[in-house]
């Protein structure tokens, strides 16, 4: 990326109070988390119980599966966070097996 475009792109965005290098911190990040997922659940709650409204009326939805497992994803990034804020030690993720090992 050349010095003009970078220089461009620097006026053009916001200044943070904090330094995206620095991050916010465990405890903040994990208090939005918290935030975003009650949100995340509660939207796909609502959508959840106007398909099966929609269903019992006789008229045709799509399956709700792909909302509760949406909402289960959800609820582990959730307790994740919560874990992290409220104070019990939590580790690094674990990372995800590749396939063939």
């Given at each position: 990326?050349?010095?003009?475009?970078?220089?461009?792109r620097?006026s053009?965005?916001?200044k943070?109070?904090?330094?995206?290098?620095?991050?916010?911190?465990?405890?903040?990040?994990?208090?939005?988390?918290?935030?975003?997922?009650?949100?995340?659940?509660?939207?796909?709650?609502?959508?959840?119980?106007?398909?099966?409204?929609?269903?019992?009326?006789?008229?045709?939805?799509?399956?709700?599966?792909?909302?509760?497992?949406?909402?289960?994803?959800?609820?582990?990034?959730?307790a994740?966070?919560?874990?992290?804020?409220?104070?019990?030690?939590?580790?690094p993720?674990?990372?995800?097996?590749?396939?063939?090992?």
């Amino acid at each position: 990326m050349s010095k003009l475009n970078k220089k461009s792109r620097d006026s053009i965005r916001p200044k943070y109070s904090v330094s995206p290098k620095i991050g916010i911190g465990r405890k903040k990040q994990a208090q939005k988390t918290i935030d975003s997922t009650n949100q995340a659940i509660k939207y796909n709650d609502t959508l959840m119980a106007i398909k099966r409204r929609i269903g019992k009326a006789g008229g045709v939805t799509t399956s709700n599966e792909s909302l509760y497992n949406q909402n289960i994803q959800s609820r582990k990034r959730k307790a994740r966070a919560q874990s992290i804020l409220y104070g019990n030690k939590v580790g690094p993720k674990k990372p995800k097996l590749k396939p063939g090992n």
